[in-house]
């Protein structure tokens, strides 16, 4: 039976538990800085959420409720992963499940979220989770 619980990360001991796994989607950062930069996008309303059973972090979730003309008030996933040694045993649903009542809960229309085009997996496990792909993400990355 499982015990896997949602908590969101709301100080500064709360981020230090749930950065190793969290690193591991965005390896460019160490700790430290990743904390520094979770802590700057707070102030614009990011919020991180993640999966936790008997103590440990199995998945986090960052995301922001905002509004756009194309798509009202929506819930946007920035990041999204579960430790590498925890996938396929049901904390990405656990989680998934837990944001999609978290939009709703809020006020939003619609879940969004944008994948890098070699993330197969992850893909697959979106498909499953009801997300449609309807748009390609066009970036100039160096300006």
């Not at 045993?89 to 499940?97: I, S």
């Not at 009542?101 to 085009?117: E, F, K, P, T």
Request: include cysteine.
């Amino acid at each position: 039976m499982t015990r896997m619980q949602v908590h969101i990360a709301r100080d500064e001991r709360e981020l230090k538990r749930i950065a190793p796994v969290m690193l591991e989607l965005r390896d460019h950062f160490d700790t430290e800085g990743l904390i520094a930069q979770i802590q700057r996008q707070q102030q614009d309303g990011y919020v991180v959420a993640y999966v936790e059973d008997d103590g440990e972090v199995l998945a986090v979730a960052g995301f922001v409720i905002t509004s756009k003309l194309a798509w009202h008030k929506h819930l946007y996933v920035d990041d999204l992963v579960t430790a590498a040694a925890r996938r396929s045993r049901g904390a990405g649903r656990c989680l998934m499940d837990w944001l999609k009542r978290h939009a709703i809960d809020n006020g939003c229309r619609q879940l969004h979220l944008d994948s890098g085009v070699q993330r197969f997996r992850a893909h697959r496990f979106y498909l499953r989770e009801g997300f449609d792909i309807n748009s390609h993400h066009f970036a100039i990355t160096e300006l």
